[in-house]
Nanobody, 124 residues
Framework: QVQLVESGGGLVQAGGSLRLSCAASVRTVSTYHTGWFRQAPGKEREFVAAISWSGHSTYYTDSVKGRFTISRDNAKNTVYLQMNSLKPEDTAVYYC?????????????????WGQGTQVTVSS
């Protein structure tokens, strides 16, 4: 069974940086497209970034372009989200998700496997 475990969240001041990690329990995930989503209190889960299984294609929501970078190390079954120049509006629970169907996209419904999430809090 595929399990995804996020880590790296925490409390940071505005302008700071964090790197989130998403570790997969099985090597199969290295063949899946992977995405990061976030959910703030009282809001719907929203797409943040996605990366193809090969790492050759990446995709970001407009609000994080130029600040966040998604990457992966398939030898370690791990996907990363480097977050720089953080803003208070980035505060949310961040989730990683894997898509076994082979369609790189931004809709949560495309993703089959989800982690439990890691809290990111950005203070002003």
């Amino acid at each position: 069974q595929v399990q995804l475990v996020e880590s790296g969240g925490g409390l940071v001041q505005a302008g700071g940086s964090l790197r989130l990690s998403c570790a997969a329990s099985v090597r199969t995930v290295s063949t899946y497209h992977t995405g990061w989503f976030r959910q703030a209190p009282g809001k719907e889960r929203e797409f943040v970034a996605a990366i193809s299984w090969s790492g050759h294609s990446t995709y970001y929501t407009d609000s994080v372009k130029g600040r966040f970078t998604i990457s992966r190390d398939n030898a370690k079954n791990t996907v990363y989200l480097q977050m720089n120049s953080l803003k208070p509006e980035d505060t949310a629970v961040y989730y990683c998700a894997a898509d076994s169907a082979g369609v790189l996209g931004s809709s949560p419904s495309q993703y089959d496997y989800w982690g439990q999430g890691t809290q990111v809090t950005v203070s002003s």
